[in-house]
């Protein structure tokens, strides 16, 4: 790959890391996305950034899509070249942005997973075998009763939760704090959880759940321990924490049909993110008219509807 793509990269992740601050996390996103289309060029025999054009790109964006990429990933792709050609601009390494213009072709829309009721009805009932458990429990408990993210439930302190009022006090996206309520089940599984937690957190430790050595846990122990819980208790699919949030937004809206209560709970700037979940609601209800509705039914061996094979 010729120095002439590799050099004014490196110097544009070095800018994004020191001027920008971005994480490390971001600057290794930008540089992966980057070198493939830096590596796309040098195989293609171009040998500096302003030689390239908007048709190049577009041709660039086509491979991807071949390679089987999604709308969504290539979109990502897309911005990271903008971001960089603006770079190139400022430092006059280039004369235009040639990714402008140029639009990642449209995914069909990605619907989150959702549990069934009834299974984590069963995962949720499962009694617990030691303190750890009774913690994790808990944690799962108040996830699926308030829906909460990841981040909300690690960032829990003890007097976050108002056990006489049934409320939970959240940080979410943005730093926006809202107080959601705590189902009967939640407030159970706190009240076993505290005499534990007292024995186990550390002298002015704030958070509400606590590792063994008394600190904070972390996201990825609650990752992990959502994951041995499902394994353990035979869940049919793999447990982390945004399903039992989608499940918390699908059943309410399937109950309700208030999306703009969803929309609260779930503490979404924009409704249209809330929508979502109406799809999944009328895949269930589609579903379910398949299965009763006479005149959908379909006869199982010729492929007739039931009043066709009368």
Sequence with gaps: MPNELTGPLAEFIRHLASEKRHSPRTCDSYQRDLLRLADWLGRSGFVAWQRVTNHDLRRYVATLSREGLSGRSIARHL????????????????????????RAPKSGRRLPRVADVDQLNHLLDGQPDDPLEVRDLCMFELMYSSGLRLAELASLDLDTVDLRSGEV?????GDKERLLPVGRKAISAIQAWLPYRAALANDGEAALFVSQRGE?????????RLSRWGISRGADQKLHPHLLRHSFASHMLESSGDLRAVQELLGHADIATTQVYTHLDFQHLARVYDQSH??????????KTSDESS
Excluded: W
């Design 79 to 102: 911005s990271a070249t903008r971001r960089f050609y603006q770079f190139l601009l400022r430092e006059k390494l280039a004369s235009d942005n040639p990714a402008l213009d140029i």
């Design 216 to 224: 904070r846990l972390s996201h990825r122990s609650i990752q992990a």
């Design 169 to 173: 006090r959240v940080m979410g996206k």
């Design 294 to 303: 006479p005149r959908a039914r379909r006869d199982r061996y010729h492929g």
